[in-house]
């Protein structure tokens, strides 16, 4: 590195230069000129390496500079002269092995001299203490020896030593992944345009332009303020609140206007979206980091965010934290008897047959534990609300939110009004995944506060870092098993406990919990189960709604049990799932007869069409000849329920305008999140109504135009609004069915404008309920409408040198019924499979022992990118699957993801084999 300034110029060495952590050798008057790079002299070699979460646009776990100089000596054998081998990742600043450089000096460039010194030295050099900053120790110090031996192998090779056996070559190959390429398969109808027709997306272009609005994007009058919150630095702690002295405070912070609190709230401080146990602003106790004490109003984001960062350390808060020790683990909660199981009545158990009596008369019997940790969200837009008070009492909010009805009654409660005097509008929101359902709501409801206030419009726009903190995220869940099986692999007992990690309050936990239960079999009939489940109250944001509810956790168990049982069996997984699988006519373990269930015939087709035997043979063939990298191929299955799990929930509203020059506007209950689904329910008005899609808008989501919405959850959304469009379009053909039999010759737009001349409505208000559904924990009804059922083949291939992996093929078949909208159906698959690869094998959420989340931002926390997509990506929707309990036109399944993200649970097992068939080498 050379440095100059205005006393001159010196050159520092590599080694020299990182002092400490962020800290250089440059004095402050200095400046880096230039750095020399020199080139490798004869018989020297050099080699840079990284190993990071995911391939691309992601910093290093651990990275190395290896660099040997050797010398020929007798017998064609080189002799080590001078070695340097610097790590990162390591410690805090750049680490050099000095003592493995020091012992390689001297030493032949063969396995047997370098090998063994290397690794027992290398290890003195570099040994991370278990606590060590970053976590993974054990992973970081194999890569630490793994680097140095692929740099050995590749050494061996350069200079031809023959040290490198060909199925030890493909450790030092260069790492290659072609373009990603996909293959789409789906039926269609002659003639159709309306639905069961790949209609693009209808805000697609605007998306892809950057001209769709968004909340934030929604201009502002020029009195418009911006909160920020004041958060809770503890995640356990009685606290107490000078409220004069920390109003002072903060208003003098350049911009500040106001700080808002507790004392502001004109109705009740309670926010809980189902049960009353969250506060909006803390009082006298927190029971998170994160948790909201005020927030700060100013003229501008910047200004509010920093007074509230800084007001964090006012001395107008004091926190008590005797005698109180934050929960953040399942294990902690359990240590200390930490449940919500006094709030959760009846308990969320199921026990169907005689679990006690198979277990007895079993076989074999196998006991196992499976934990599964938590997943961000990470929408691409944070959590954001603007609240512009009206004349009066009324308040408008827009809002990112799945929940609109839900936000305004919690709005209306805390500012002590009538829900009508509160309306809440949805654009559009930047993603959702189950993460803006209810944990979006307590930031309107600031917002609204605020706003009442000041009597002015306010915006709270999180940072990423904030959303992060305190949203929430899908729930870590513990699994504790015993399970019956014969000879043959048939599983006859399951004894499942699931521990589910709420956070500090129940929020939507009794669903999520519900949803695991009900999935603990995946797509397996086990005569006898008994599920019990169990909700573990911990100093966490609140955990909450994640694609798939419960189910992914829970179907995780699942698959990880029957391939242990597998295992066990010395039988192929493959056998062991198609043994087990449900069959039409089958009862489910909640007493549910299933009817069109088509997964053996699913798992015939998809053998079929993803040369499984082929693939199996040629996987197996790569492994005999590859010792450090292995491939795994491995099919699951899915069966996902289709309801909300609370009968209630189970309506939708909507409401359909006709106007004379033909246009037809449609608003109904759901919001559109980028998933289709406005385009989906204009297919459906279009068919309904028999004209052209072109012809009908939806311009937004408004609980002024549609009361009571349920959320846009649960993968029903398109079933019931779509059924609520039907019913209010069927009562518009009827008012105009006279015209069309006196008129045949009249177009649609005539049709309409004699109506209107002859006084007649044009506008109807639809509605559906699903029929026959009912909680079985609370009704011992049926829970679910139908199923969605899904099988995936997938391939893996691993480094097991590094864990470096790709994914160079993954076939998908699934039944979506007759799919409205192909397109957008298969996009939701191809995303939900992707997002999915990310909870099982990529994203880690990462909190420290005093409740701090270390995993803020995408600098710590890395989500799927380009890479992480298949090479080989096939996805079918399965031809021929009528259903004839969904109840829709020409029984269409209005198609869910959810399902699909479980598919990617396929890439545990495989990962795990492929390591698990690679321990018994040695280097």
């Known amino acids: 590195f050379h440095l100059a300034s205005t006393e001159g110029a010196r050159d520092v060495a590599a080694r020299e230069f990182f002092v400490d952590y962020r800290k250089t050798a440059m004095k402050p008057s200095e400046v880096l000129t230039h750095i020399s790079v020199p080139m490798c002299r004869e018989h020297e070699y050099m080699m840079g390496i990284k190993q990071s979460r995911r391939r691309d646009d992601d910093i290093a776990i651990v990275t190395a500079a290896l660099r040997v100089q050797l010398e020929p000596s007798e017998g064609g054998v080189f002799r080590v002269v001078e070695a340097g081998l610097g790590y990162g990742g390591v410690d805090k600043t750049p680490t050099f092995a000095k003592l493995t450089e020091a012992a390689l000096v001297g030493k032949e460039?063969?396995?047997?001299?370098?090998?063994?010194?290397?690794?027992?030295?290398?290890?003195?050099?570099?040994?991370?203490?278990?606590?060590?900053?970053?976590?993974?120790?054990?992973?970081?110090?194999?890569?630490?020896?793994?680097f140095f031996y692929k740099f050995f192998l590749h050494v061996c090779a350069k200079i031809g030593s023959g040290e490198v056996a060909a199925e030890e070559q493909s450790a030092i190959e260069d790492a290659h992944r072609p373009l990603s390429h996909g293959r789409q398969s789906f039926q269609t109808k002659e003639g159709e345009k309306a639905v069961n027709f790949p209609v693009r997306h209808a805000a697609g272009e605007m998306q892809v332009t950057g001209e769709a609005l968004y909340t934030d994007d929604v201009p502002v009058t020029p009195n418009t303020l911006y909160g920020a919150f004041l958060k809770s630095t503890h995640a356990s702690a009685k606290i107490s609140i000078d409220f004069e002295a920390l109003r002072e405070e903060a208003l003098a912070f350049p911009g500040v206007v106001e700080l808002v609190t507790a004392q502001d709230i004109p109705g009740e401080n309670q926010v809980g979206p189902v049960f009353q146990d969250e506060e909006l602003f803390a009082e006298k106790e927190?029971?998170?980091?994160?948790?909201?004490?005020?927030?700060?109003l100013a003229s501008s984001h910047d200004h509010a965010q920093f007074a509230a960062n800084k007001l964090e350390r006012s001395s107008a808060l004091t926190y008590d934290t005797e005698?109180?020790?934050?929960?953040?683990?399942?294990?902690?909660?359990?240590?200390?008897?930490?449940?919500?199981?006094?709030?959760?009545?009846?308990?969320?158990?199921?026990d169907t047959g005689e679990v006690d009596a198979a277990m007895e008369g079993s076989e074999h019997t196998l006991s196992g534990e499976v934990h599964i940790d938590a997943q961000e969200h990470f929408y691409l837009e944070t959590n954001v609300t603007l609240a512009a008070p009206g004349e009066g009492q009324e308040m408008e909010i827009l809002s990112s939110s799945q929940n609109p009805s839900r936000t305004q009654y919690v709005v209306a409660k805390t500012l002590g009004v009538d829900a009508n005097r509160v309306v809440v509008?949805?654009?559009?929101?930047?993603?959702?995944?189950?993460?803006?359902?209810?944990?979006?709501?307590?930031?309107?409801?600031?917002?609204?506060?605020?706003?009442?206030?000041?009597?002015?419009?306010?915006r709270i726009t999180l940072d990423r870092n904030v959303d992060m903190l305190i949203s929430g995220t899908r729930h870590p869940f513990l699994y504790r098993y015993k399970a019956g099986f014969s000879a043959a692999g048939k599983i006859d007992a399951l004894d499942i406990t699931l521990y589910g990690n709420a956070g500090f309050s129940l929020d939507l936990s009794v669903g999520v919990l519900e949803r695991g239960v009900y999935h603990v079999q995946n797509a397996y009939h086990i005569p006898h189960v008994r599920a019990v489940g169990v909700l573990c109250k911990t100093n966490r944001a609140s955990n909450t709604a994640f694609r798939g509810?419960?189910?992914?956790?829970?179907?995780?168990?699942?698959?990880?049990?029957?391939d242990q049982i597998a295992q066990f069996l010395k039988k192929p997984t493959p056998e062991i799932q198609r043994l087990n699988l449900y069959k039409d006519g089958a009862v489910t373990h909640y007493k549910m007869t299933l009817k069109d269930c088509y997964l053996p015939r699913m798992w015939a087709e998809i053998m079929e069409s993803a040369e499984y035997a082929q693939r199996r043979a040629s996987?197996?063939?790569?492994?005999?000849?590859?010792?450090?990298?292995?491939?795994?191929?491995?099919?699951?299955?899915?069966?996902?329920?289709?309801?909300?799990?609370?009968?209630?929930?189970?309506?939708?509203?909507?409401?359909?305008?006709?106007?004379?020059d033909g246009s037809v506007a449609v608003s109904h209950g759901g919001a559109e999140m980028g998933q289709g689904l406005h385009t989906k329910m204009m297919q459906v008005a279009a068919k309904a109504l028999g004209i052209p899609v072109e012809w009908v808008h939806i311009t937004e989501t408004a609980t002024d135009k549609v009361a009571n919405a349920s959320p846009t959850a649960a993968s029903v959304s398109s079933d019931l609004n779509g059924l609520a469009i039907v019913d209010a379009c069927e009562q518009l053909n009827k008012r105009l069915a006279p015209y069309k039999e006196k008129y045949p010759e009249k177009g649609w737009r005539d049709l309409l404008m004699a109506a209107y001349l002859d006084r007649v409505n044009l506008s109807a208000n639809g509605f559906y309920a699903t029929p026959d559904v009912a909680s079985f924990f609370?009704?011992?009804?049926?829970?679910?409408?139908?199923?969605?059922?899904?099988?995936?083949?997938?391939?893996?291939?691993?480094?097991?040198?590094?864990?470096?992996?790709?994914?160079?093929?993954?076939?998908i078949l699934m039944d979506v019924g007759e799919s409205l909208n192909p397109a957008i159906d298969i996009g939701q698959i191809e995303g939900a499979f992707v997002q999915g690869t990310g909870l099982f094998t990529l994203e880690q959420v990462v909190y420290f022992r005093n409740g701090r989340l270390f995993t803020r931002g995408p600098g710590s926390y890395k989500i799927p990118t380009?890479?992480?997509?298949?090479?080989?990506?096939?996805?079918s929707l399965l031809a021929d699957a009528r259903n004839h309990v969904r109840g829709a036109p020409s029984s269409v399944c209005f198609c869910c993801s959810s399902p699909c993200l479980l598919l990617a649970i396929s890439l545990v097992p495989l990962c795990g084999h492929c390591f698990i068939e690679t321990a018994c080498f040695t280097f």
């Open 109 to 146: 460039w063969t396995r047997a001299d370098i090998v063994d010194i290397a690794r027992t030295k290398l290890a003195e050099d570099i040994n991370l203490k278990p606590d060590a900053p970053g976590g993974m120790v054990k992973y970081r110090q194999t890569l630490v020896t793994s």
């Open 286 to 296: 927190v029971v998170y980091v994160g948790q909201p004490i005020a927030v700060v």
């Open 323 to 350: 005698g109180r020790e934050p929960i953040i683990t399942i294990e902690q909660a359990i240590a200390h008897g930490s449940f919500f199981s006094d709030k959760i009545k009846p308990p969320r158990t199921i």
């Open 425 to 458: 509008r949805v654009k559009r929101m930047g993603g959702g995944f189950g993460g803006k359902e209810t944990r979006s709501i307590f930031i309107s409801a600031a917002s609204a506060v605020a706003a009442t206030k000041v009597n002015a419009p306010v």
């Open 549 to 562: 509810f419960g189910g992914p956790q829970a179907m995780f168990a699942c698959e990880t049990m029957v």
């Open 619 to 660: 996987v197996d063939k790569f492994n005999a000849t590859h010792k450090w990298k292995k491939r795994g191929l491995a099919v699951i299955p899915t069966m996902y329920g289709m309801s909300f799990t609370v009968k209630f929930l189970n309506q939708a509203g909507a409401l359909v305008h006709l106007f004379t």
């Open 778 to 811: 609370l009704s011992g009804g049926k829970p679910f409408n139908y199923f969605c059922y899904g099988i995936g083949v997938t391939e893996v291939e691993i480094d097991c040198l590094t864990g470096d992996y790709f994914i160079p093929r993954a076939d």
């Open 866 to 875: 380009a890479n992480d997509v298949p090479v080989d990506f096939r996805v």
